[in-house]
């Protein structure tokens, strides 16, 4: 149970931003083969731009990045893709004005074409409430089926590492459990997630490690359940207080 | 030729006021094939369309690839620039003296029902017909054009799926591009040929945004398709002249009667 796992993405000293000043600054972490890591932190803190760092969309002026003991170095987000790395980004990310089908063959686009018509049809197996929505437009769908159809299109690359950044943001109660469910079953068959989350309570209870960000930096990390315990943690997101007003 | 705008606004986000320099372009390359070269109709349209689609991928490399997205008033005065720098360019080296085109069928006329019609009129309708079936085809059945349309919805999400912006982009402008030349081969030997005839379109571009909405990407593309519908209707009907004045019409209009644009949004640029 408790034999610790193997590392899949080894972050080292990661420095990472938008202009002059870097928004991660020297963040170092190991992220274990196999789990959910949840990143939390307050608004600002630079979680986006370190799952972005991660897949290659923002400027990464230091540190290493090393996914599965290669270093990823300057390799643009679709060759971190064919690589085994997926990232579903924060907010509506998906095609609006074509329907669930058209989606999905987008989530092909790295694949080869024989391979692409399984993916499709692993991932409805997976999401069958994407089945009855076919011919639905993207846009058309509810929040939590638009989060879940997102998560589909990456996972039809069948990455070894999804990264998901906020993946409840906006959702009714009933669709996060929805999606949260989808993310421990996506855990059990072996891929390593690690996901950025402000529904902390819900998102720890089925994460295996946390992290805690501010500023740009680590300040704390742990076993989850240990970490909700963390009388600081509990003060900012359990105890009442907006997480904006912690500093 | 604002099908080939269009696509370039929807994927690149950029409004190519140059487009008609490459309208120009085509004509010019058309002339000089046909000429000098003494090449035959339907191999000067395939060069033209080619070599205008090959100057599309060197203008997207060297100027645009930098701005996409990046900033509006960049693109625009970026490809007013290279507009002018293509217009005067050909005034240098041409002369402003229109020339004619003369291909094997310059007097070939077809009769349908009573009418005589130029065979050069219908081969222009067949390949406008032709080349909007192809895009629609290719934006709509094969993975690259979904690609595209992709891109212009959503490019985080294209991102997302692993597709590389910078090389469907090119390929869009290479396109977009292509077809303004396809336009000017078409019609360079039904018009005359010279240096300021793309210019009209610089117009046409900014009334393309007016009607749009200023700084709405949809709506704009949605006006440079509408523009391209009921030119081409108007032009099977009455002169050439009043097929340049519906943009201008409708601008006008437009800054009448809904100054925010076709959805009404906001200015923001
Ligand atoms: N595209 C951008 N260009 C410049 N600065 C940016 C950009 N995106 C974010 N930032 C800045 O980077 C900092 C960190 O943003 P980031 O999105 O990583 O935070 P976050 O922890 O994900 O916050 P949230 O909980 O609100 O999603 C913020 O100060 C923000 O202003
Ligand atoms: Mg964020």
Redesign the interface.
Known sequence: MTEPRPTILDLREVTAGYGDEPVVVGFSHRVPAAAITTLVGPNGAGKSTLLRAIYGLVVQVGGRIVFEDEELGDLPPAARLRRGIGFVPQGRCNFPLMTVCENLQLGTYTLARAEATRAVERVLALFPVLRARWRVLAGNLSGGEQQLLEMAMVLETAPRLLLLDEPSLGLSPANLDQVFDTIADIRRRGVTVVMVEQNVEAALAISDTAVVMDLGRKVLEGPAHAVMEDPRVRAVYLGGTAAGESR | MAMGLSLIFGVLEIVNFAHGEFYMLGAMIAYFLVARLHVGYWPMIAGVTLAVAALGVVLYEALLASVRGRSFERSILLTLGVSMVLQNGAIALWTTTPRMVETEYAYTNVTAGGIRIPLLRVFALALAAAAFAALFTVLHRT?IG??M??LA??P??A??????PRAVSRLAGAIGIGLAGLAGAALAPIYSVHPTMGFAFVFKAFAVIIVGGLGDVRGAAIAAVALGVVESFVAGFFPLILVDAVAFVAMILFLLFRPAGLFGRGVRV
């Not at chain 2, 991102?159 to 590389?164: A, E, F, R």
Request: aromatic share 0%; proline share 0%.
């Open positions: 993975r979904k690609a349309r992709g919805q959503n985080d999400a991102l997302m799926v692993g597709i590389d």
